[in-house]
């Protein structure tokens, strides 16, 4: 066996392992231990987190920042890996720890140089845009770590109008619009509640378990077409400009009806606790949309304007 193969079995030995002895590798790959020794060190040198053990009884075991065996990849490969990249370097909050440049670097010396030109050539011509928010999501790890362990936390979240605090059992995490988003069992009335990460002050870990049962898969895609439970009847005529602007909206974009190039509407059912948001957005169109029922949301965006008015003219 070639030097280099040993060395990569032994990478993969010490990291399945975890605790043992330069007898145990030279038992294991029929060389002497003083050969197993010199192994070993070479290991340590090149960055394996080993720990020497003194005394009778001890020997080796790898810290738990465990470093991965050498992989080798294809061309393809590397500009799918360099692709992803690109997609999370506009996320100010990453679990883990992250360090992206230190993994870019890694990767990249290993490129041949031609490789090497392709992928600085992507890097001008191919981004995966994202708004590059300031909120920060320090509680990342702790929320994936205690969903993936089902841990039951104890959060104090930043509400509309006060600080609450609350105990959740948090089934994932999942990114949107460049915010991070916890959907959550809330153990205070056993309801699914979605919090925003960069709005939870402070968080601890109960050690208590719950398990939710729930997928984040299966719960997303059930959000796309779970029926509102107090359905209200939004319609709404659009302008060229509100067509256009409803399209862009992934909620809205499949109720949208075009009439001809200047004008039509948008229809749909909406859960009774999404009234604000949808009268909002409607607000935010200004004269490109509006809204013929339900009165609800007129009688809001009347009492919205009118206070705004009232607010600028004091």
């Known amino acids: 066996m070639s030097k280099a193969k040993l060395l ?8 399945s392992v975890r605790r043992f ?3 145990d590798v030279a038992h294991e790959f029929h060389i002497s231990i003083r ?8 290991l340590s040198e090149m960055g394996i987190p080993l720990y020497t053990e003194p005394g009778r009884n001890g020997g080796y075991r790898i810290l738990d920042n ?5 992989i080798f990849f294809n061309e393809n490969e590397a500009y ?4 992803a ?3 999370l370097k506009y996320y100010k909050s990453l679990p883990f720890e992250i360090d992206m440049q230190s993994v870019y670097r890694k990767l990249y010396a290993y490129l041949p140089p031609d490789t090497r030109n392709k992928i600085d050539h992507l890097d001008s011509v191919l981004s995966f845009w994202n708004k590059n928010r300031g909120l920060s999501s320090p509680f990342l790890k702790e929320i994936i770590e205690a969903a993936l362990e089902n841990y039951v936390l104890d959060i104090q979240y930043q509400s509309k109008h006060k600080n609450t605090n609350r105990e959740i059992a948090p089934i994932g995490v999942y990114v949107y619009d460049g915010c991070w988003y916890m959907p959550t069992v809330d153990l205070s009335c056993n309801e699914i509640r979605v919090f925003r990460l960069d709005r939870i002050l402070k968080l601890k870990n109960t050690e208590k378990k ?3 049962g729930i997928h984040l898969d299966t719960w997303l895609e059930t959000q796309m077409t779970q029926e509102p439970r107090e359905p209200i009847h939004i319609y709404a005529e659009l302008t060229r400009e509100g067509i256009r602007k409803c399209i862009s909206q992934p909620w809205l974009e499949p109720h949208v009806q075009i009439k001809n190039e200047n004008h039509g509407c948008v229809e749909l059912y909406i859960d009774k606790s999404e009234l604000a948001y949808v009268s909002d957005f409607f607000l ?20 919205q304007l009118q206070d705004t008015m009232r607010h600028y003219s004091s």
């Open 21 to 23: 002895t330069a007898q």
């Open 210 to 212: 719950y398990n939710t």
């Open 35 to 42: 050969t197993a020794h010199r192994y070993l060190m070479e």
């Open 8 to 15: 990569f079995d032994l990478i993969l030995y010490v990291n």
């Open 66 to 70: 465990r470093v991965l065996p050498p």
């Open 80 to 83: 799918a890996i360099f692709f």
């Open 284 to 303: 935010q169109l200004g004269t490109n949309a509006k809204v013929i029922k339900p009165q609800k949301v007129i009688d809001y965006i009347r009492k």
């Open 85 to 87: 990249f690109q997609s």
